[in-house]
């Protein structure tokens, strides 16, 4: 069946016959045939909310596209356009309205923002990191530092690294990865990063205090620069 045999069908008799035209011994269309009928039983069950169903139908929708070859490339108008018919047809075949939809998806959007606002105030709450270099008295060894990275206990594991370096040459980079810190904690704070965006960064001063940590002790130059070093000059 081609795109526009199915859209056809899909305008004038609905989605369901236009499904059942496609060649369910086809093992994609058995699985896509597969999550439509799950996707109903569950909504009927309750088990699924209508949020959920949004997300997953549209799901369905792409991976039917992705099946009528002969479609419009994925980057056209026409091929948003299309999707979009699709799924608006999953929802009427599951019984949702339109307006029951907006309203669900309004109310997710609401919690979510209600949470990242709770999250914030709860971040801005948090005293300032104390980054100064831990006493020498006080130091753990290398393995305790791995393990208070291990633990993101990065605050800590800094102090001690900043510790550990003084009076090397790579106590200035341990330096200044501590300021990096505090700049992306403050970023954290105030909302400025992205969730995806400071979890990398994270692990890459995690891995970049792990690197310092095993250096050569008092090697006045170390070999190449890294990404942060290359950041900051």
């Known amino acids: 069946m081609t795109k526009n045999d199915f859209f056809q069908l899909m305008a004038s008799a609905g989605i369901s016959p236009a499904l059942q035209k496609l060649p369910a011994k086809e093992p994609e269309i058995q699985l896509l045939l597969g999550r439509i009928e799950r996707l109903e039983k569950s909504l009927k069950s309750g088990q699924f909310t209508t949020q959920g169903a949004y997300i997953e139908r ?15 490339p994925e980057e056209s108008p026409e091929h948003g356009e299309s999707l979009k018919e699709i799924s608006n047809q999953l929802r009427d075949l599951f019984g949702i309205s339109a307006e029951e939809e907006a309203a669900a998806l309004e109310a997710g959007a ?7 606002e709770s ?17 020498q008295g006080t ?6 530092i791995r393990q208070l990275v291990a633990q993101s206990e ?4 800094l102090r ?12 200035g980079e341990a330096a200044k990865l501590a300021e990096m810190f505090k700049a992306l904690r403050f970023n954290e704070k105030t909302g400025l990063i992205a969730p995806e965006a400071l ?7 995690a891995g970049e205090i792990l690197s310092l940590l095993d250096g050569p002790e008092s ?5 190449g620069k890294s990404w942060w070093r290359r950041l900051w000059g």
């Open 154 to 157: 990065l605050a800590l594991a």
């Open 139 to 144: 130091l753990s060894g290398k393995n305790e």
């Open 110 to 116: 609401e919690s979510q923002r209600l949470a990242e």
């Open 160 to 171: 001690h690294l900043l510790a550990h370096t003084e009076g090397t040459s790579r106590h």
């Open 119 to 135: 999250r914030a105030k709860y971040l801005q709450s948090l005293p300032e990191d104390d980054l100064s270099p831990l006493p």
């Open 58 to 72: 549209n799901r369905i929708a792409y991976a039917l596209m992705h099946w009528l070859k002969d479609g419009p």
């Open 219 to 223: 090697d006045p130059e170390i070999k």
């Open 199 to 205: 979890s990398m960064q994270y692990h890459q001063i």
